[in-house]
C-alpha cells in the first residue's frame, strides 16, 4: 500500500495514510522524513503503538538516536525515553501550553518530536498550533532579515521552568543552556529559518536588555499573530503527530480543565545547527 498525504493548509501539515507505523520499512521511513521536512507536521490516525513501536519509529528521524528528557521519569513514565505529557484536574500547568520548540536549549536540539494520544479529554479542545519557522523568516523584511542574520540568542533550559511554576528550578537540577544562530538551515530542506522561540529564548548576545527584549518580542509576536504560517492539529485517541521540531514550533492549547489529557512522546535528536 502506498502512503498518500492530504495537506492541512498550502504551507504546514499532512494527514497521512497509508501506513501501519508499527509495521514501518526502512523504506517508508526515507519517505515520511522527506514529507517531514517538506510539510513540518505529520499526522497518523489510528495507530496501534506501544512504547517499543513508537522508538521504533521514531529512530527513523534525525540522527536516529532517541533524546532522553530529564524530567521524563520523574514525570511519570516508567521507561527514560518516554515523556508523559499529562493534564489533569489537579495540574497548576499544562506542559506545552505556550508557543516553543522543544529543549531548543541543547547543543544538539531534538530533529523530530513523535506524540501519541492515549487519553483524550471529553470536553473536546486540547488540540496543538503548529507554525513553520521558514515561512515566518520569509515573511519578514530584508531590512530585518539583514539584522537578525549576524546574531545568535541564548536558550536556557531553565526558563520553561520558571514560566512554569513561577520559581528557580530546585536545587540541583541542571539544565542546558546553550547560545544559537538567530537564523539557521534546515538540516534537510537548506532552508533559512527562524530559530528563536518564548520558551527557551532568553536573549540575544551583544544587545542592550532592553533591544533584546523588544526584537525578541517583535519575532515572537511575528509567529504567533501570523495564521497563514499555521496549521491546527485535532487529535483523537491513537493518533499520532510528527513534528519537524527544527522547521516548526508548536503550542498546546489547554482548554480543557479540569478534564484529563494525557500522550506519551518519543523524540529523536538531529545534528548540530547550522548558521544561515
Ligand atoms: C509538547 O510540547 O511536547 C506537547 C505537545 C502537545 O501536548 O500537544
Not at 46 to 60: C, F, G, T
Not at 68 to 77: D, F, Y
Not at 148 to 174: C, F, K, N
Not at 244 to 258: C, E, F, L, M, S
Request: glycine share 8%; proline share 5%; aromatic share 8%.
Amino acid at each position: 500500500m502506498s502512503i498518500s498525504i492530504e495537506k492541512i493548509t498550502p504551507v504546514i501539515g499532512g494527514e497521512v495514510s497509508g501506513i501501519d507505523l508499527a509495521m514501518m520499512t526502512p523504506e517508508q521511513g526515507q519517505e515520511l522524513r522527506a514529507a517531514l521536512a517538506e510539510r513540518g507536521v505529520l499526522v497518523f490516525r489510528d495507530q496501534k503503538l506501544d512504547h517499543a513501536a513508537h522508538k521504533r519509529v521514531a529512530m527513523h528521524f534525525g540522527t536516529g538516536k532517541l533524546h532522553r528528557h530529564p524530567l521524563a521519569l520523574s514525570a511519570g513514565s516508567n521507561d527514560p525515553d518516554v515523556l508523559l505529557v499529562k493534564a489533569t484536574a489537579s495540574s497548576k500547568f499544562a506542559a506545552g501550553d505556550g508557543w516553543h520548540t522543544d529543549v531548543s536549549c541543547d547543543l544538539t536540539p531534538i530533529a523530530a518530536s513523535l506524540l501519541y494520544m492515549r487519553e483524550f479529554p471529553e470536553c473536546g479542545g486540547g488540540d496543538t498550533l503548529f507554525a513553520s519557522m521558514n515561512e515566518a523568516y520569509e515573511l519578514l523584511s530584508d531590512p530585518i532579515k539583514s539584522l537578525i542574520g549576524s546574531l545568535s540568542a541564548v536558550h536556557d533550559g531553565a526558563l520553561p521552568w520558571r514560566q512554569g511554576y513561577g520559581r528557580e528550578p530546585d536545587a540541583g537540577m541542571t539544565f542546558n543552556r546553550t547560545v544559537h544562530p538567530i537564523v539557521i538551515r534546515h538540516p534537510v530542506s537548506g532552508k533559512p529559518l527562524l530559530w528563536i522561540n518564548r520558551g527557551f529564548t532568553t536573549r540575544i548576545e551583544g544587545l542592550s536588555s532592553f533591544e533584546s527584549k523588544y526584537l525578541l518580542d517583535m519575532l515572537f509576536h511575528h509567529i504567533e499573530a501570523t495564521p497563514r504560517i499555521q496549521c491546527r492539529v485535532r487529535w483523537a485517541p491513537d493518533t499520532l503527530v510528527i513534528w519537524d521540531n527544527i522547521g516548526t514550533q508548536h503550542h498546546a492549547v489547554w482548554d480543557y480543565y479540569p478534564h484529563t489529557r494525557a500522550a506519551e512522546r518519543v523524540s529523536a535528536i538531529g545534528g548540530e545547527l547550522r548558521a544561515a
